[in-house]
């Protein structure tokens, strides 16, 4: 019986390793699956998506994340806005993203303070005004499209650009607006005081073109830092998509769907929509 026994355990060992040897393949297959994926395309981004950021990347009607567990806040957010994508007063009822893994993302309590400590908004990456009108709106308010920004900057010049941005639409010849905008972490500047762990980014970017593509020129690129004053004027932070992409850590590819050839061309030169269509000099 002792000899059966002994027996019937080495017909099994051969399959217990089969199946150990199955597991770590396709954890291996999955793993360089999500690393490799490209750079996904969605109406939010129809230049393409930015590359190069974490494999947590949600796509959702209003917009298109791209989560980094790191700093808890999103690499880039892309979206579309349309003459009926707009909605005002909509509510902001703040909410951890579901689809993201709690230890990923920031709740409502890691806020506590900090408007009072450091004089912070909760800031919409792609903006509840801009995109209240969608099927999914509450998503907006999802704290993987939040960060901190300076309540000055926040209400003054990033406010400023993204009314350009809605009349960019609402003009009488209006066109949908394609954007991508993400927070920079260049400096150490201070911590979430209820979430000590977490550093508030140092400045914003966004990144805006109209038309079939950026290929056309009609594109503008926006940096600030979070020390700009609530009188600035964004026309005054112009600068190229190249400059942004040397800042961004992880280091992105923003347009990622442009041939290189036209890429390195138009991401090299301020486009012309600030100074056509956005009261730029």
């Known amino acids: 019986m002792h000899i059966l026994r002994h027996f019937r355990t080495l017909l099994y ?17 999955n793993e360089a699956s999500l690393q490799a994926l490209p750079a996904p395309m969605s109406v939010n981004c129809p230049a393409g998506c930015p590359a190069g950021g974490s494999i947590q990347t949600i796509t959702r009607e209003a917009y298109t994340l791209n989560n980094n567990p790191d700093t808890k ?24 993203d579901p689809a993201l893994p709690e230890s990923d993302t920031l709740s409502p309590t890691a ?54 941005e809605r009349a960019l639409v609402n003009q ?54 979070q020390s700009v004053s609530r009188t600035a004027n964004f026309c005054d932070y112009q600068v190229t998509v190249e400059q942004i992409e040397a800042k961004t850590n992880p280091h992105l590819n923003i347009w990622s769907s442009l041939p290189s050839d036209i890429a390195i061309e138009v991401k090299a030169m301020k486009g012309t929509l600030a100074k056509d269509s956005m009261g730029c000099q």
């Open 13 to 29: 060992l051969p399959l217990l390793f089969l199946s150990a040897c199955t597991t770590q393949i396709k954890n291996a297959q």
């Open 73 to 96: 806040f999103a690499n880039w957010v892309a979206y579309t806005i349309t003459k009926t994508s707009q909605a005002s007063r909509r509510p902001r009822n703040w909410k951890r």
């Open 172 to 225: 009488d010849e209006g066109t949908d607006v394609h954007s991508v905008t993400g927070p920079l972490f260049e400096t150490a500047i201070a911590v979430l005081p209820a979430a000590s762990a977490v550093q508030i980014p140092s400045g914003y970017w966004k990144v805006i073109f109209i038309g079939s593509g950026p290929d056309k020129g009609k594109y503008a690129a926006f940096l600030m830092n």
């Open 111 to 164: 806020y506590t303070g900090a408007n009072g400590a450091l004089a912070v908004d909760l800031g919409h990456q792609a903006p509840l005004a801009s995109l209240g009108g969608t099927a999914d709106w509450q998503s907006l308010n999802y704290l993987s499209n939040i960060t901190p920004q300076k309540s000055a900057l926040n209400r003054g010049p990033w406010a400023r650009l993204e009314d350009k």
